[in-house]
């Protein structure tokens, strides 16, 4: 039998790459503080996002600006502290923490959207929590520190990602994409006046290349989820950074792991899935 893969799927799997390549980057520069590397990452895509905008005639602030700005402070937050645990754990592991998300955002549905958690939700968070003990545990690479801000990252994308839940239907994608950039840029901005460190030769290259790789996976990301495949499917193809970012650790960094510590990825991983996969279901 031969194996289908729709479009959605394969634009999926091409976003997974193209942003844990720019993750990679980022990893790659710890020299720059994070928040100085969201400002650039956020200055591309303001560009990016204000020209696609005015081609196509759109009202730039929308029409529900206190939700918009919240989307964008959550992702400026978030985005911070996960590339501040990009920087500072081993890859596929910061990777794995960043997957935390989807869970955090069923808790963040049922506290604000009214959607109850259910008995298996609730089993598959505990497998998750079982695989980050296990990562932590037997991984002396891990920072109890950046553990926690990479967790903090997870929940911050939850919070934007329950935010654009509210904005379903009610304001144009790209309006959406537009504030996190108009939001990120003023904020990390100022912050880099306090704590800046100035890029020379290839870190240039590796700034402007994570604004463009992210810009490029947004939009990757945004056509899978749009096309016609099963969403649990499209969605079920972005864990794959995982093993991406397993490879770009070993072959870049020496960055090998235990059993125990790929049992632990493995559960995380899992635990995201079922529970990804399961809503889904009661959506239908």
Not at 77 to 86: N, P
Request: overall charge positive.
């Amino acid at each position: 039998m031969k194996l289908h893969i729709g479009t959605g799927a394969k634009q999926m799997l091409l976003a997974a790459l193209v942003m844990t390549t720019m993750q990679l980057i980022v990893k790659s520069i710890p020299q720059i503080p994070p928040q100085e590397v969201v400002f650039f990452r956020a200055l591309v895509s303001l560009v990016l996002s204000y020209v696609t905008l005015k081609k196509a005639d759109v009202y730039l602030w929308g029409n529900n600006q206190k939700m918009l700005f919240l989307r964008g402070f959550f992702g400026t937050v978030s985005l911070v502290l996960v590339f501040a645990s990009f920087q500072n754990l081993p890859l596929a592991t910061a990777v794995v923490l960043q997957n935390l998300a989807p869970l955090f955002t069923a808790i963040f549905a049922m506290l604000f959207l009214k959607q109850p958690l259910k008995p298996a939700q609730l089993l598959f968070m505990s497998l998750s929590i079982v695989g980050v003990v296990l990562i932590k545990g037997f991984d002396p690479r891990v920072d109890p520190l950046y553990l926690a801000i990479a967790i903090c990252g997870a929940i911050g994308s939850a919070a934007a990602y329950t935010v654009i839940g509210k904005l379903k239907g009610k304001e144009n994608p790209v309006v959406v994409v537009f504030y996190f950039p108009f939001v990120a840029v003023p904020i990390t901005g100022l912050w880099c006046y306090f704590d800046w460190v100035t890029p020379t030769g290839w870190t240039w290259v590796a700034l402007l290349s994570i604004g463009i790789l992210s810009q490029i996976g947004q939009i990757l990301l945004t056509k899978a989820y749009q096309s016609d495949d099963d969403a649990a499917t499209v969605s079920s193809m972005n864990y794959t950074s995982v093993i991406y970012g397993a490879l770009y650790g070993i072959f870049f960094f020496g960055e090998f792991f235990s059993i125990e510590v790929i049992l632990g990825m493995l559960l995380v991983m899992l635990g995201t899935i079922l529970n990804l996969i399961y809503k889904t279901r009661l959506q239908k």
